[in-house]
């Protein structure tokens, strides 16, 4: 621990935002620099407290009082090698992990926790601008051969991983650009994309090869990929978006957040969106439905475009703005979350069922929704009903759809595979390994739509299951086994 006193002496600080007026004017992140001294008196507030639950509440299970006593020292160095050994890509989750450390940082039981992402993401930069992280090339090579297909945070940890183990590893991605949904899908404003492509170029200098607009199982041939890899590894992500089919689903103007989102990355990225395709809140009556991330990154980009209004609408109650029974300490809170985006400016209503969708001329004017009241059933189940007379019409001419995804697209690569799938549809895989040999899977493909942070320990854990597969035993750190500790 850095200083003994440092819990006593300073309270939480973050970086402040940019000014939302101003912010929404361009796609750049938000936060304003913040000095080495602040920084300095985060890491102070790290207390010796006896056993940390903080990297439990990780699913990397980063070393964090370690880190951050050695970022209180200045020893960037230290901090980044504790950091590495568990975590390949700290500058991602520094920037937008919703940071489960820090709910179960014990700190945070009467008091506000540690600044943890912020102390991660600080050291990453740091060790960037110093040098510290370059690309590392494998002592030797293996001579075997590893396919990741799907290039999101769990495919590229794989190969990282892979990679460092020695094995040639070669990335499929359908898209054009690397990165999964780093690259297609969170905005800009919480990730620039130059973040995305100064690792990407790292991994292509250690050696990974990186091959685009390679849809396995379309322009790709499974066969291909079986016969020519010692190992294949499936990050193909949870991409099978939640529909709504009421009525007027298909009125022009209602269309899948993703489709929202993953076009902005490209305008951003300065790709021109042909005339026809182009989905523009400019102006319009936005309407979001889902409470969670991706509608939230609706919220933001839907500001950046210059919407008239923005409303997000959610089926489920307001959380509750502290822990309640269900959710005690160190456990992560089901509490209200209001992003920088909310801050930028919109409505939030919750409660609310979607119950139709209205237009003129084929395009969406209005939607229509009832309130919902919701109960706790005997087997402890909710449920809701809805409120007799509650029908509201709001005026909508751009509805986002962000409830969700259900599993990963089964047509094409995992049906020709013949992979066995769970009950809610994502790839069975016990220990990483799916029900045919040699191919493995990882990420939201495996455990379904959830976290960066997870997607980055699934394909590390993953790729030490496939040394083990490859070698017998392996020389890869997993969270149980850093490689500090080892
Ligand atoms: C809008 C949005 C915002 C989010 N914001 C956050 C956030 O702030 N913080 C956070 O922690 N999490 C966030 N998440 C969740 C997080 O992005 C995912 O959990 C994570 O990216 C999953 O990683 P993955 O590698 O498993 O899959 P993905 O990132 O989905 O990558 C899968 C890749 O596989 C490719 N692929 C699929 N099939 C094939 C094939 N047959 N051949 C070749 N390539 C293929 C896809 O094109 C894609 O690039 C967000 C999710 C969304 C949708």
């Known amino acids: ?53 903080c990297h439990n509440g990780c699913p990397l299970g980063n070393n964090i009082p370690e880190f951050n006593d050695a970022a209180y020292r200045g020893n960037w160095e230290e901090a980044t090698k504790i950091l590495l050994s568990t975590n390949n890509f700290p500058e991602f989750t520094g920037r937008i992990c919703p940071a489960p450390c820090e709910a179960s940082c014990v700190f945070g039981i009467n008091k506000p926790p540690v600044t943890i992402e912020l102390i991660e993401k600080s050291i990453a930069e740091e060790a960037f601008e110093k040098g510290l992280i370059k690309a590392n090339l494998p002592k030797y090579r293996t001579g075997y051969k590893v396919a990741v297909i799907g290039s999101g945070p769990s495919g590229l940890a794989a190969a990282a991983q892979l990679n460092s183990a020695g094995h040639m590893v070669n990335v499929y991605e359908r898209a054009d650009r690397i990165g999964g949904l780093l690259r297609y899908g969170i905005p800009d404003f919480k990730l620039e994309k130059e973040v995305v492509e100064r690792r990407v170029e790292l991994m292509r200098e250690e050696g990974i090869v990186f091959k685009t607009n390679a849809n396995v199982g379309e322009n790709v041939k499974v066969s291909d990929i079986m016969d020519q890899y010692d190992a294949v590894v499936l990050c193909g992500g949870s991409t099978i978006p939640r529909d709504i089919p009421i009525e007027g689903r298909d009125l022009e103007g209602v269309h899948f957040a993703m489709d929202f989102l993953t076009q902005e990355n490209k305008r951003v990225a300065g790709d021109t969106i042909p005339k026809d395709e182009v989905i523009s809140a400019k102006d319009k009556h936005v309407v979001v439905i889902g409470g969670g991330d991706t509608g939230s990154d609706c919220v933001g980009t839907s500001n950046r475009h210059g919407a008239k209004s923005i409303t997000q609408i959610e089926l489920l109650p307001k959380p509750p703005s502290e822990r309640g029974e269900k959710d005690p300490w160190p456990l992560w809170p089901a509490t209200l979350r209001t992003s920088s985006s909310h801050k930028e400016g919109c409505e939030r209503k919750w409660a609310l069922n979607t119950k139709a969708f209205k237009g003129e001329n084929g395009k969406v004017t209005s939607l229509q929704l009832v309130e919902v ?21 709001i005026p909508c001419d751009l509805a986002l759809l962000a409830v ?75 969270k149980n086994r850093s490689l500090l500790q080892a």
């Open 404 to 478: 969700g995804f259900l599993h990963p697209q089964k047509k094409g690569m995992l049906e020709e595979l013949g992979v066995e799938l769970d009950a809610r549809g994502n790839v069975k895989a016990h220990g990483y390994r799916t029900s045919v040999d040699k191919v493995f899977a990882a990420g939201d493909m495996r455990r379904g739509q959830s976290l960066v942070v997870w997607a980055i320990s699934e394909g590390r854990e993953a790729a030490r299951t496939i040394d083990e597969y490859l070698m017998g035993s392996s020389v890869l750190a997993s």
């Open 373 to 393: 009241e919701w109960k706790t059933l005997e087997n402890g189940r909710q449920t809701f009903e809805e409120v007799p007379n509650s029908m509201v019409e």
């Open 1 to 53: 621990m850095g200083k003994p006193t440092g819990f006593k002496e300073y309270d939480r600080e973050l970086p402040e935002n940019r000014d939302p007026k101003e912010r929404i004017k361009d796609h750049k992140e938000l936060s304003l620099p913040f000095s080495k001294e602040k920084l300095n008196h985060q890491a102070a507030r790290c207390m010796d407290c006896g056993v940390p639950f």
